[in-house]
């Protein structure tokens, strides 16, 4: 059913722009506490280092696609959408050992970490996030799913008008 969809109005900016606030608050809420009490420190500060890391990266994720998307079209003439399963591993990994690089020294700087303790909480939020998008995303798209407008397509020869819900 996603095909019958047009990828670009699936959710529109306002959607998006409230799926991500929703994702990193929440994400906020329930890391912070953690950060703080592995950390050893007061949770207020746990959350202004865990928000200035995700303020971070939220700048670093859009700048990091976009050089890479530029990178493989001059490279191979190809866009982002028709990306083969193994460059998309490379993205996934690119990214995080990107964001690992840009938030390590923060860590060190801002909380005192050593590089130790910085490459460890970096491997422990990267494990907690990874999980946790997986199932907000599932929640996100149950609680708010996507309504495509009225399609017209081709179904054994006949025309029809529906209209799509769901991913």
Known sequence: MSDLCDPMTLRNLRERVMQTLSFEVT???MVSPLYAALAGTRVVDGVALIAMLSIVILVWSPLHNYIFDVCEFKTTNRVASDRPHRVRVFHAFSHE????MITCPLMMYVAGHSLLQALSFNLGLTLFYTGY???FHIAYDKLRPVSCPVQTRVQEGKLQNQQITGV
Not at 97 to 100: F, K, L, M, P, R
Request: glycine content about 10%; cysteine-free; hydrophobic content about 70%.
């Open 27 to 29: 994400g906020i809420v």
């Open 97 to 100: 050992a990107t964001a690992v």
């Open 133 to 135: 998008a997986y199932v």
